[in-house]
């Protein structure tokens, strides 16, 4: 029992600190841990109370994970959307042929 505990709550700050520092890698390792950890539950012995709150505050921590993904998602989407509308201007900028002056040797 004690290791399961242990176990969630280190999941659990594990999944805090990766979404804080925006380290959306680790992040997806460590839902795919959870996921694991979770479905291994349901083969084994019963969860506890205490097993039951620290599922509980990990699901409260995965879903402030999920909102913050969910938040960086959609700024990617609308920087992605912002070049898309500029493309047209980056794109003459960058063709277009400035008569520099030769540097210098």
């Not at 280190?10 to 925006?22: E, G, I, P, S, V």
């Not at 900028?93 to 008569?99: I, S, V």
């Amino acid at each position: 029992m004690a290791e399961r505990l242990d176990l969630l709550a280190a999941l659990a700050t594990r999944l805090r600190a990766a979404t804080a520092a925006r380290q959306w890698a680790a992040v997806g390792r460590i839902d795919g841990e959870i996921a694991a950890l979770l479905e291994s539950f349901r083969t084994g012995f019963p969860l506890s109370s205490a097993e039951r709150q620290a599922v509980d505050a990990l699901a409260a921590v995965h879903g402030l994970a999920r909102e913050v993904c969910a938040d960086e998602a959609a700024r990617i989407g609308r920087r992605l959307a912002e070049m898309c509308t500029h493309r047209d201007g980056w794109m003459a900028y960058a063709l277009t042929d400035y008569d520099l002056p030769e540097p210098r040797a």
